[in-house]
């Protein structure tokens, strides 16, 4: 019966996770992307019925077009790295995962550091999105579940693996899984770590947790890693 429960409660996390994620690419959407070129097309609009600038008043349009265009594509940025981290093909692995990492630390006033030991292996572009998710979830997790106040990170390649270790402090009590009782979202990613082929270990003190994560640089290679 618990493993009944345990797979429904990470079915309804997974349907929650699809839904909250598709909810919020429709608000970028249609709130940002949308809102800030039809207030473009606006003074578009404008400046076509006064060509002639109408005095301040088109300059200042003109000014504002360029915010709002400048708007548009910092919306576009960010829909296509929830898409597709554009740095993962531009600058690699580890130090797209210290980028992301850093970024949403800030955002939650979280505190950050990490080293990077080694170069990322080479590894096929849909291994590599995969390896992200998961640490992305490991992320989510800390900052939305455990609500971590500072966090480290290592980032570890050779040949043969991939290797992230994570050190949390602040942990909330009783954020931690417990035999029989884990939590969806962590659910969710031993689930995409066993396709990988990697292994997980992790160490518990007080109100800080330890996790390392290995995966095979020559692990599979899954068809969809989003």
């Known amino acids: 019966m618990t493993d009944v429960r345990a797979l429904q409660d990470l079915a309804e996390y997974l349907q929650e996770e699809t839904e909250k994620r598709s909810a919020a690419l429709a608000r970028a959407l249609h709130d940002d992307l949308g809102g800030s070129l039809t207030a473009a097309m606006m003074d578009v609009a404008w400046l076509t019925r006064h060509p002639t600038g109408g005095g301040g008043e088109g300059a200042v349009r003109l000014n504002r077009i ?10 576009m940025r960010y829909l296509v790295d929830e898409l597709q981290p554009a740095l993962l093909e531009s600058i690699g692995l580890f130090v797209a995962l210290s980028a992301h990492f850093g970024r949403e630390c800030r955002r939650y006033s979280v505190e950050y550091s990490d080293t990077l030991v080694g170069a990322s292996p080479p590894v096929e572009a849909p291994l590599a999105m995969a390896i992200f998710r998961i640490a992305q979830g490991f992320l989510l ?7 971590a106040n500072e966090l480290r990170a290592r980032y570890e390649g050779d040949p043969e693996r991939l290797t992230m270790h994570f050190v949390a402090r602040g942990i909330r009590a009783g954020a931690m ?13 031993a689930l995409r ?5 990697g292994t997980l270990t992790s ?5 800080s947790v330890t996790i390392q994560v290995q995966i095979p640089a020559r692990a599979p290679c899954p068809q969809i890693a989003a």
């Open 66 to 75: 360029e915010g709002s265009l400048t708007k548009a594509i910092e919306s």
């Open 141 to 147: 997790w800390l900052l939305e579940d455990a609500a």
């Open 177 to 189: 899984p417990s035999p029989g009782n884990v939590a969806p979202r962590l659910a969710s990613i």
């Open 193 to 197: 770590l066993r396709k990988l082929n």
């Open 203 to 207: 160490e518990v003190s007080n109100d």
